[in-house]
């Protein structure tokens, strides 16, 4: 009766909606107008139609003929990928990189190696260490002239070494015409031994956010520079302290000293004498600006002691009791520019524009007014 009913309901709709509905029913297997064949499908009645999953949900496993490999990337497997990446890169060619090994001494023969491997033949080396800490024995860590050194920052590496038997050997590096650049530098040493940071041969030597500290023994001093050197230093700190007999912050025998934005100090009044710098040679000259200088100890002490031709002080800190700078040489003059001293002088000593601690004026003579 229902059927009936039904096909009634069709005549009684006229010929325009029996052939729409004949017309879906016709298409009751397409999909946008496309055939759909089941999963079980042959792939020859396959071609061309829409296939439907299989009860569980899947396409047939020989839907594609071949599918690509998923290890490849555009035809070219992962080596391939990087060997071509790193064709785009810069390689080093005379830098050399020198990473923790293991132990702080182990790290420390594995600098040495990679030094001793470098060919200064073919030109400027420079050497760049990972952040650690590297102990470089009982012997100086020699970088010969054109091999610079550059770490990741003074306090994040470390080339450390235990005291030396004498100033002039007792030194963590020791260095010829190069820069070291961000990086830590320590000398410990005991009882009847000495601690010296860097001594500088007759090159030029620049030190560029460097720190410095030498500790205890004899005699303690942060950098050396010896007879004929020259020597530039650039945002960097010097401490040497604790030492029985003297601390020295910078002692040289240089022809040049260039020091700007640097502190240099002698902490400890222990010792029989401190000089943040002890500068003596004749003939020679320097420029120091935006530092911090001071120096302690029971007996002689100074911020500066100067032998030589002249002298440059601007826009410093200079502190000492109860002298801050003396100048030596009967010949030479010490100029002081713009900068707070205290206390006082002694030697050819001339300022301008500067004040004690209490910010009182002292005259051309570096006397308080």
């Known amino acids: 009766m229902v059927i009936a009913a039904c096909v009634g309901a069709l005549a009684s709709g006229g010929p325009i909606l029996a052939a729409t509905v004949v ?21 020859d009645a396959r071609a061309g139609k829409l296939v439907a999953t299989n009860s569980n949900g899947r396409l047939p496993s020989d839907i594609i003929a071949k599918a690509p490999d998923s290890a490849l990337l555009n035809g070219r497997t992962l080596a391939e990928v990087l060997a071509q990446a790193r064709k785009g890169l810069p390689k080093y060619v005379r830098t050399v990189v020198v990473g923790p ?24 080396y420079l050497v760049r260490l990972e952040p650690g800490t590297y102990d470089v024995g009982s012997s100086t860590l020699v970088l010969p002239t054109g091999v610079n050194l550059e770490g990741a920052g003074r306090e994040a590496t470390k080339i450390v070494r235990a005291g030396g038997d004498s100033v002039d050997t007792a030194a963590v590096i020791d260095a010829g015409a190069l820069e070291l650049r961000s990086v830590g530098v320590e000398s410990t040493a005991g009882p009847g031994k000495y601690a010296v940071g860097v001594v500088a041969t007759s090159n030029p030597l620049r030190l560029t ?9 004899v005699e303690s001093v942060g950098v050396n520079g010896l007879q004929g050197s020259w020597l530039r230093f650039d945002q960097s700190n010097i401490e040497a302290r604790d030492a029985s007999t003297a601390n020295t912050g910078i002692r040289a025998q240089s022809d040049m000293i260039l020091l700007r934005d640097t502190d240099v100090h002698v902490d400890t009044c222990s010792a029989d004498s401190g000089f943040a710098i002890d ?29 030589g031709t002249v002298l440059y002080i601007f ?5 000492a009791a109860p002298l801050a700078v003396e100048s030596t040489d009967s010949f030479g003059v010490i100029k002081v520019f713009s900068s707070i001293l205290e206390r006082g002088t002694v030697g050819t000593v001339d300022c301008a524009g500067t004040y004690d601690w209490s910010f009182r004026a002292l005259d ?3 006397v308080r007014t």
């Not at 320097?286 to 530092?291: L, P, S």
């Not at 100890?297 to 032998?307: P, Y």
């Not at 826009?315 to 502190?319: A, F, G, K, R």
Request: hydrophobic share 45%.
């Open 23 to 43: 017309d879906y029913a016709w298409n009751a297997d397409h999909v946008d107008g496309r055939d759909a064949v089941a999963a079980s499908a042959p792939t």
């Open 101 to 124: 090994v293991g132990t702080d001494l182990e790290n420390g023969a594995a600098l040495r190696d990679a030094v001793a491997a470098i060919d200064t033949a073919k030109g400027a």
């Open 209 to 217: 956010n460097v720190g410095i500290t030498a500790t205890g023994g």
């Open 279 to 307: 500068f003596d040679r004749a003939g020679s000259g320097g420029f120091i600006k935006d530092a911090w200088l001071s120096a302690c100890a029971t007996g002689t002490r100074r911020a500066v002691r100067f032998s």
């Open 315 to 319: 826009d410093s800190l200079v502190e």
């Open 364 to 366: 051309a003579d570096c």
